[in-house]
């Protein structure tokens, strides 16, 4: 009963497969070699357009990276108060970035809304030296509280980023969950809506460590190959990269472990409502986010579950929120366990 983190879930068969496949022989190093060739023709085939596509090595990496190819002195990068690269990246977007600032907006769900981007964006009026220049917008889907932006509430995000000439970046570290979610096309959840550069998770649903960053409009990945390189993110053996995204993408893997990994969710979801407990926020991908009184939380560790406590609004002082992730690699009958002891 591991809830812990879809991180703590290994690789999928067909990646593992994937890199046994391409283990042996010999290939061009540096991402010259015929799999991430492949595999970036693949990207722009899923994407449904050109695309340039970069592999590096973590979630962090790809987001750091993604914005600094978009940084400006006094930089301002706009994103959700709770993402990722506010508070789990160690300082990384704003290394990146050349020392850009990051600016926490309010939302509920985890999600921010355009009212509140703009309101923020204007406090960095354009010829203002003091107050720095705006330089991207950062939205995380899923979000970090389970939820899933829908393509109008990107769009209209991404109309408001650009509306003062800056990208719209997605941490797409639960991308494959929030596709499934929405039964919409990986462009439509994108650039179509319009997003401009994409982090391109999978090692949390199936790959053993591949990230992708990737930028819509091949002009603004330019320098990006300076940007990976001198971060130390440039594989040598990038075709090991490029093998688990082969295993990944082949034949819908991607998105049947994120429909498993979200079906696995809803259950739990449900099942706990439905044993009277409430929900810190929707359940949309692979997150739940239970409030459950300190008696059951350690009824459920004394049988071996395991998760994190999580902060969330409005806890009373006898209970906790707590996060429970699942994956592809959740086995259905550890979920049925762990909703039989939360019932008591
Ligand atoms: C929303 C989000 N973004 C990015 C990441 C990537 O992090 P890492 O650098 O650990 O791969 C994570 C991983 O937990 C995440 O949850």
């Known amino acids: 009963m591991i ?38 023709r693949r990207f722009s085939e899923i994407f449904e357009r050109d695309v340039a596509v970069f592999f590096v090595a973590t979630g962090t990496a790809a987001n750091a990276l993604a914005l600094s190819a978009y940084a400006r002195p006094g930089g301002v990068v706009f994103s959700h ?69 829908r393509s109008g509430e990107i769009r209209a995000l991404a109309d408001a980023a650009h509306g003062r000439g800056i990208p719209l970046h997605m941490d797409g570290a639960r991308f494959a969950n929030a596709v499934s979610f929405l039964g919409l096309t990986p462009a439509e ?38 940007l990976r390189k001198r971060a130390g993110h440039l594989l040598s053996k990038s075709r090991f990269a490029a093998a688990q995204f082969d295993g990944y993408l082949a034949g819908g893997h991607w998105l049947a472990n994120a429909a498993h990994a979200n079906g696995l969710a809803q259950t739990i979801g449900e099942g706990l409502v439905a044993a009277g407990y409430r929900l810190a926020w929707p359940v949309e991908a692979n997150e739940v986010f239970p409030v459950l009184p300190h008696s059951v939380i350690a009824r459920l560790r004394a049988a071996g579950a395991m998760f994190y ?36």
């Open 189 to 226: 959840v994108t650039w179509k809506a319009g997003v401009d550069v994409l982090s391109f998770g999978a090692t949390k649903n199936g790959c053993w460590c591949a990230e992708a960053v990737v930028f819509f409009n091949s002009d603004n990945a330019l320098q990006f190959p300076y």
């Open 3 to 40: 809830f812990s983190s879809d991180n703590w879930a290994g690789a999928s068969a067909p990646v593992s497969e994937a890199l046994t496949r391409h283990a042996s022989g010999l290939a061009p190093a540096y991402g010259n070699d015929p799999v991430t060739e492949a595999v970036s």
């Open 81 to 149: 108060s709770g993402a990722h690269i506010q508070v789990d990246e160690c300082g990384a977007p704003e290394f990146f970035t050349g020392g850009g600032k990051l600016r926490g907006l309010a939302g509920a769900n985890g999600k921010i809304t355009p009212e509140a981007l703009s309101a923020a964006m204007a406090d960095h009026p354009d010829g203002n030296p003091m107050h720095g220049q705006v330089s991207a917008v950062s939205i995380s889907q899923a979000t970090e509280c389970g939820t899933v932006y």
């Open 309 to 344: 406590e999580w902060p969330a609004d409005n806890i009373g002082s006898d209970e906790s929120a707590v996060r429970l992730v699942t994956s592809f690699a959740t086995d259905p009958a550890d979920v049925a366990r762990f909703l039989e002891l939360a019932a008591g």
